[in-house]
């Protein structure tokens, strides 16, 4: 945790001159690869996993500034950086002599694999490259293991060809997303956070909800899902929008350690929130070989319901406590927001639109980060130009010069940028504008660094599996340890989901998970994507779960409460985390994967009321305080509903209703006699 905690510091805290430098260089690099691919994809993987090493001890060198230790750290993130060269240089030779790697090769990579190791430990800690470090361990004296565990053996330039020189290890599927899609989403969230996106959502949220019971807990949710829409990092939502909302859920009379878990738990929700969602969504596409849409549309109908949910509790909790809103005079005007940050919202826009009419998330990020580049850069311009006809002349010149993406290619819309950059030289406020730009360049690449480097070390879990066979081993195992049956085996998941967890951020949780025991759902007859975004979603809930709960430990600092206590209460909040997934697997509509919109209607109503009737329970309210019994009857209800076994459904649906009648006849009758 502590070596967490600094690795977080130093991503997040000041910018030194050199790392200002190296952020706006890596962003510049995968901006040109992505707009022109002029290299190979393994030379771009190479190459990304050389600036993140390069900014990773850039980072620790800025944090012990002054000390010896510093040029130690700059030789790591120097040698890191130029053994990214590599397969550049010797690129056609690598090819050459494929499976045959030779002494050069082996120095090199084993130097490139000890680097990925070293930096994921100072971003993340030890739990990772401890558990990276036993798969490779397995790799190389597995075959004196006992039983079917054991196998065949494998020489050291056997595992190291694995690890390094191909696309199956350290350079895999995980390195492939990040040094493509992932930075430029990243980058895209950035660059709209830097021109106020922030600002934008929280006055919309405040002004919907913030007058409404609990209004200053429903600003928290809101405005958290609406990041999410664009960022999806949950800790980084903690701390951005925590800062506001946290603190104004205690001065309306949230306890602080219920305002830190609905920020918390709000935040980690970003990353199932479509269109961008988190960066896992990106690599199940991969790995499913599935359009990314598919994914976006198994997620939409839960995401929807998880922030239900957590609105849901939160109103809950006002009700119980009598907490009331802000005052109505005090909330800006939401449409008073947007028809000021509008042309904020035409990138988001662009950018859904794209992924929904087929175009891959490669060429829609592409569009929506140069649509923001252009709206960035054009603001002082339109500012300068006087009456309001004239500055809609301006916006509609900009979308017809966004259009020609798809017309006349990147080098026009370049073109245009480059224009607008030259006129924010002699443009009043010009300046300052190119200084956000180039800001948002180094904040995204400085949120890319934990991402990237988680992605490019669970790699060598990809690389023993692939070259072990191990998956299949462990299937037969959790099938056997469950006896076959889906509901044990499901829990056994969320249990090994939870447990690493504890230890790793998401990505790599997801990646292990559903590499180890997604293969173990689907010989139960549970669909591939199902299964992932089972494990997906458990990988999230792992960040809100004592005793670790990374997303409750961000939010502590700011709410002044116990981490353990704000990752409590997160687990009553996001009940809905824990609940969701288990109803997906056993009515596969509530991830729409049906063409029968009646199934679809059925199920979002069954699982609305479920974890309604959950809420209640926990919190022991609804329209009145609820009573022991009361409390008891709602929760049988809701885990009737969830059990999907004969007759549960029925069963579950007549307590939701003796439940509802016996609650609103003692609320009358109590009413009645005070």
Known sequence: MQAHQEAEGATHGPTTAPIFWIGVAFS????????????????????????????????????????????????????????????WVFEAELVLRSGDPSTMDLVVGTLAV??????????????????????????????????????????????????????????????????????????FGSFLEQAGMIRLFTDVAMGLVGHTRGGPAKVSVVSSGLMGTINGSGVANV???????????????????????????????????????????????????????????????????????????????????????????????AMGALRVGWHLILPLAALVGLLFSGYTPLFSGTVGLALTAVVILGTPIAARMGPLALRMLFWVVVGVASAGFFRWGITAVVGVIALLVAACFVVKGGRETLRIALRGMVEGAKSAVPVGVACALVGTIIAVMTLTGLAGSFAQSIIGLAHGNLFFSLVLTMLISLVLGMGIP????????????????????VPLIISHMFVFYFGIMADLTPPVALAAFAASSIAKASGLRIGMQCMRIAIAGFVVPYMAVYDNALMLQTSDPVAVIYILTKATLSVGLWGAASIGFLFAPLSVLERLLAAAAAFALVAALPVTDEIGFLLAAVFLVQHEWRRRRAARTA
């Open 239 to 333: 701390v951005t929008t925590g800062q506001f909302t946290i603190p104004l859920m205690k001065r309306f009379g949230y306890r602080a350690d219920f305002a830190g878990a609905v920020e918390a738990t709000a935040s980690m929700g970003g990353q199932i929130m479509p269109p961008v969602m988190g960066a896992v969504a990106f690599i199940m596409a991969e790995t499913l070989n599935i359009d990314y849409v598919e994914v976006v549309q198994a997620a939409l109908v839960p995401a929807i319901l998880y922030f239900a949910t957590v609105l849901w509790m939160v109103h809950l909790e006002a009700g119980r406590l009598g907490l009331v809103g802000l005052p109505r005079e005090d909330c800006p005007s």
């Open 28 to 87: 510049s690099f995968q901006l040109v690869t992505a707009a022109y691919s002029p290299l190979s994809s393994l030379v771009v993987r190479s190459v990304h996993v050389g600036f993140l090493m390069l900014m990773v001890f850039a980072f620790f060198a800025a944090l012990h500034r002054g000390r010896r230790i510093v040029i130690f750290d700059w030789a790591l993130g120097g040698l890191g950086f130029l053994l990214a060269f590599y397969h």
């Open 506 to 525: 998401t990505i790599p949780n997801y990646i292990i998970t559903s590499s180890l025991v997604a293969p173990t759902l689907l010989d139960l007859g």
């Open 114 to 187: 000890a680097l990925v190791f070293e930096a994921a430990r100072r971003m993340m800690g030890p739990a990772l490259p401890l558990i990276c470090g036993a798969f490779l361990a397995y790799a190389l004296a597995g075959e004196w293991l006992p039983g079917g565990l054991a196998h065949r053996g494998y020489g050291y330039d056997q595992v190291i060809n694995q690890l390094y020189l191909g696309t199956e290890g350290i350079y895999s599927i995980p390195t492939y997303v990040s040094s493509t899609y992932i930075f430029l989403f990243i980058l």
